[in-house]
């Protein structure tokens, strides 16, 4: 399995560009697919747990030949009830190998990610601001060892 860190770029990408979008929609990839290795034959609700950590819940919402579209977030229990935090949808481009995030929920209770969600309000800057905290997750989620297997 190919490695973020083994990517090599061909050209140097400014950050906000088409390029370099689709570049990080193949890291987005790259690292759903350390989380998630058999992201094209999983189906259903999973749930990872990791010690000290939130659990990490994962909905297989429609799966295609070329594409799965799935639903990522934590389920946070506070006195104010039940809150999915953050909320993503994404879809797996499974023949481009890419990932982009579909949505996000607008309730987002970390003020970083509210900041990053609503910082800009053209197309191309959404997807960024999207995409970057998807990447970011992920890194996050694989650093401390969640694991989805269909199993």
């Known amino acids: 399995m190919l490695l973020d860190s083994q990517l090599v770029p ?19 990839f790259l690292r759903l697919l350390r989380l998630i290795p058999e ?23 429609e799966t295609s030949r070329y594409t799965v579209t799935l639903s990522l977030t934590y389920r946070l229990a506070t006195d104010e009830g039940l809150f999915v935090d953050p909320d993503m949808m994404v879809r797996v481009y499974l023949d481009g190998r890419q990932a982009e995030v579909l949505s996000i929920g607008e309730q987002q209770r970390h003020a970083a990610l509210r900041r990053l969600v609503f910082e800009h309000r053209e197309e ?11 990447n970011k997750w ?10 989805i297997l269909d199993r």
């Open 39 to 61: 992201i094209d034959h999983v189906d259903g609700c999973f749930r990872s747990r990791v010690a000290g950590e939130c659990d990490l819940y994962v909905e297989i919402i």
């Open 138 to 147: 992920l890194e996050y989620l694989s650093d401390q060892g969640h694991l």
């Open 124 to 134: 191309l800057d959404r997807r960024w601001r999207y995409n970057i905290v998807l």
């Open 10 to 28: 061909e050209t140097v990408v400014r950050p906000k560009s088409f390029v370099g979008l689709m570049s990080l929609y193949e890291s987005n």
